[in-house]
């Protein structure tokens, strides 16, 4: 099987059991949550999708899937490739929020061109054995940081643009933007073909500052994208007066929020007020599991043995209802602000369901690592599977969701352009003499 998938640029995946919600164009009928279907691939596309069970030409060779499911490849919309896999240099002490922000503040010290492409890079290989194939970063501006991470980027991008389509946005406290330095962000940002982005905080000055990021974005064309409100706190509202600021300016370009967490926190007539702006403005948002479940609600223990009590993630099933695109994603992986992770796009789902009770039903929750996001970074030719579209797919033993949400499927097969690739994940010695020095 595995030498057809390699070598063969002409085959049948027979038996497949593909989740409905990412199937275009395909007509099958009684599909209700996987449509079970033939997929030819040939030369790299994904020729035909006819119903199991259908007679093919016998010549062409096939490998029976047994009903496994097959995915299109992901898209990771919210990740910082630029702090991962710190930890062993620069643990988080206490696993707070505030004590993320500070051992990453001291580490970038280290961030010198060198650090910083190994540790992406690194980041890099783990995400595209997983099955990724297109990720936004976050990329930390500050000082003479912003030019050294953009330009170790932009070599990445070349580097990787046949195996992981890149895109940056800029981090930095939004006070920032209101200084010349915001204005030298914004350009860098143009210059590099990324997103203009940054952590707004309540403050009497916020809606100056959103008016000059807006006026900024709309200057140089970018789209926009935030952290707003990753905290337990019910009075941060900074996600309303980012929409308010959006329909304030006419805003034509995208924009996405990420975390949210106090949305889950406040009134129900709070909530009504902040998600009908943010309908209204055409926002979408992303929500981290993994990462709030660390840092959320985490009270240090020199201060008190305590457990944590809410789960800190955002109102996933309330925005949807209301219409608004919702994604899920990374975030951070082995660094202060989440100590976890391999950028790995099935454990971010699998993480979601659990945490979110995606589950009952499934419905169409694998749009949200999959569809929605890829039309959030302007990719809506990613991430499905349909005829004439590239067989860039996962290849999992799992049959039904129980199946796959159960084992970490480290066993799956990724196809990219028809061809199962090299799945073998980097070694974490490749970065020790990183941290010897
Ligand atoms: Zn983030």
Avoid at 338 to 366: K, M, N, S
């Amino acid at each position: 099987m595995k030498d057809i998938l390699k070598n063969s640029s002409h085959y049948w995946l027979i038996n497949a059991h593909v989740p409905t919600p990412l199937l275009v164009g395909a007509v099958v009928e009684n599909a209700e949550e996987y449509a079970w279907v033939d997929l030819e691939i040939k030369d790299g596309i994904i020729a035909s999708i006819t119903p199991a069970d259908t007679m093919h030409d016998t010549s062409v060779a096939a490998v029976d899937l047994k009903r496994g499911q097959v995915w299109s490849c992901f898209v990771d919309v919210h990740t910082h490739l630029d702090k991962g896999h710190i930890w062993e240099r620069s643990p988080n002490p206490t696993g707070t929020f505030q004590d993320a922000l500070e051992t990453v503040g001291s580490d970038r010290q280290h961030w010198n061109p060198e650090d910083v492409y190994r540790r992406m890079e690194f980041g890099l290989k783990c995400s595209y054995a997983h099955g990724t194939q297109a990720i936004r970063t976050h990329l930390d501006s500050i000082g003479e940081q912003t030019q050294i991470s953009f330009e170790v980027f932009r070599t990445l991008r070349q580097g990787w643009q046949d195996r992981i389509t890149l895109q940056a946005v800029s981090l930095l406290p939004l006070e920032t933007f209101l200084t010349p330095e915001g204005e030298q962000i914004a350009d860098i940002v143009a210059e590099s073909g990324g997103v203009l982005g940054g952590v707004p905080r309540m403050h009497p000055d916020l809606d100056r500052q959103l008016d000059r990021v807006f006026e900024l974005a709309k200057d140089r064309q970018l789209n926009l994208d935030f952290h707003t409100d990753e905290s337990g706190n019910p009075h941060d509202i900074t996600l309303r007066h980012v929409a308010a600021a959006a329909l304030r300016h006419q805003f034509e370009g995208s924009i996405l929020c990420g975390h949210c967490c106090s949305l889950a926190v406040q009134s129900p007539e709070a909530v009504d007020k902040t998600l009908s702006l943010v309908h209204e403005a055409q926002i979408s948002i992303v929500s981290l599991p993994m990462c709030n479940l660390f840092l959320q609600d985490r009270t240090p223990s020199s201060v008190e043995a305590k457990t944590p009590r809410w789960r800190g993630v955002t109102l996933l099933h309330e925005l949807k209802q209301r219409g608004i695109p919702v994604a899920v994603a990374s975030d951070n992986c082995r660094d202060p602000f989440y100590g976890f992770g391999d950028h790995d796009v099935l454990e971010v789902f699998t993480q979601a369901v659990r945490i979110a009770h995606l589950d009952a039903p499934y419905e169409d929750w694998c749009r949200t690592v999959t569809t929605t996001p890829a039309d959030l970074m302007g990719l809506p030719q990613l991430a499905r599977i349909g005829v004439g579209l590239p067989a860039d797919l996962i290849l999992f033993k799992a049959r039904y969701y129980s199946e796959l949400l159960a084992r970490p499927q480290g066993d799956r097969i990724v196809l990219r352009s028809g061809r199962a690739i090299d799945a073998t994940l980097p070694d974490y010695a490749e970065l020790d003499d990183l941290f010897s020095a």
